[in-house]
């Protein structure tokens, strides 16, 4: 088993930044893939990133592209989203998640361990 714990979220004004965390423990050997959700109140899960074990690879929404970076640091088991001009529209509850296969994938199905999520507010 995997536990992911997200951390960063918060009240931000449109137009500033934020960095998330995901703090992984358990059998973290066992991920390869790690990436990042998001869920607005009456609207389904989103795509935001994704990116690879090496960290070379990296892959992100259309809606945050160019504005958020995902990276990791597999010495602290830890994968971060940084996201920089920030927008009312990215006001959601953020997810990271774990996959078991090496291959990045945007689909929900492909993640095998979720967190609880944390929360980001942006204020116009």
């Known amino acids: 088993q995997v536990q992911l714990v997200e951390s960063g979220g918060g009240l931000v004004q449109a137009g500033g930044s934020l960095r998330l965390s995901c703090a992984a423990s358990?059998?973290?050997?066992?991920?390869?893939?790690m990436g990042w959700f998001r869920q607005a109140p009456g609207k389904e899960r989103e795509f935001v990133a994704a990116?690879?074990?090496?960290?070379?690879?990296?892959y992100y929404g259309d809606s945050v592209k160019g504005r958020f970076t995902i990276s990791r640091d597999n010495a602290k088991n830890t994968v971060y989203l940084q996201m920089d001009s920030l927008k009312p529209e990215d006001t959601a509850a953020y997810y990271c998640?774990?996959?078991?296969?090496?291959?990045?994938?945007?689909?929900?199905?492909?993640?095998?361990?979720w967190g609880q999520g944390t929360q980001v507010t942006v204020s116009s």
């Open positions: 358990g059998r973290t050997s066992s991920t390869y893939v």
């Open positions: 998640a774990a996959a078991t296969s090496p291959y990045p994938t945007t689909s929900q199905a492909g993640y095998r361990y």
């Open positions: 990116i690879n074990w090496s960290g070379r690879s990296t």
